[in-house]
């Protein structure tokens, strides 16, 4: 099955500063979703995003298909980013999300 | 947009008891459905996906006959968890498709599970 990879495991910052999150995927994928995971577990839906750019706020991603990999940028930092990340895939013949491992991010003040 | 709700947010149950979780679509109708469980600081695993009207599909070394996924409307699955044993204590959350296979999932709150 397709694999997800996910770059860097942890993260730490100070308030204000800007990261990048990566994510790498085996295989052509039909669906790429980005989610922060709060500490009471529940998913907040970032981006939809299995192609192209997008911007919400201070937070964009971009996914480029063909060299299979997608890109989340955090910029301004806050205290309240702090979670986990995960970048997951749908294949071209799956229809379920497969999750990377996660990027834990840690801001503090 | 499409809201998932999951109940219950958190369950505690003795060892040898059975615990059903239900996860509802609200406003939109869901032609499948999904099953993930998550241990402490790991990621979400896929369990199971289900069909409305139709058996589900487990993932490789999910035990079919332990995890009971019953998905009888285009609103409703739910996950039994039967003869709970201590190991099963987890968190599980639950995902939900409308139709196309290209379309985002929606995803439940999650439920805490533990088991004494």
């Known amino acids: 099955g397709i694999q997800v990879e996910q770059s860097p495991p942890d993260l730490i910052l100070q308030e204000g500063a800007n990261s990048t999150l990566r994510c790498n995927f085996s295989d052509s994928v039909n669906n790429l979703q980005w989610f922060h995971q709060n500490p009471w577990g529940q998913l907040i839906n970032l981006f939809y995003i299995p192609s192209g750019t997008k911007q919400n706020g201070r937070l964009s991603a971009t996914t480029v298909a063909t060299e299979r990999y997608s890109l989340l940028y955090i910029s301004s930092s806050q205290t309240t980013d702090s979670g986990v990340y995960f970048c997951a895939v749908t294949d071209q013949a799956g229809t379920a999300l497969i999750f990377g491992k996660g990027t834990t991010l840690s801001v503090s003040s | 947009g499409a809201v998932v709700s999951q109940h219950p947010s958190w369950v505690i149950c003795k060892s040898g008891t059975s615990v059903k979780i239900e996860c509802r679509s609200l406003d939109f109708q869901a032609t499948t459905m999904f099953w993930y469980r998550q241990f402490p600081k790991q990621s979400l695993m896929l369990m199971a996906t289900s069909n409305e009207g139709s058996k589900a599909t487990y993932e490789q070394g999910v035990e079919k006959d332990k995890f009971l996924i019953n998905h009888a409307s285009l609103t409703l699955s739910t996950l039994t968890v039967t003869s709970a044993h201590p190991e099963d204590s987890s968190f599980y959350i639950c995902?939900?498709?409308?139709?196309?296979?290209?379309?985002?999932?929606?995803f439940g709150s999650g439920t805490q599970l533990s088991v004494l």
């Open positions: 995902s939900a498709r409308r139709d196309s296979k290209n379309e985002k999932l929606f």
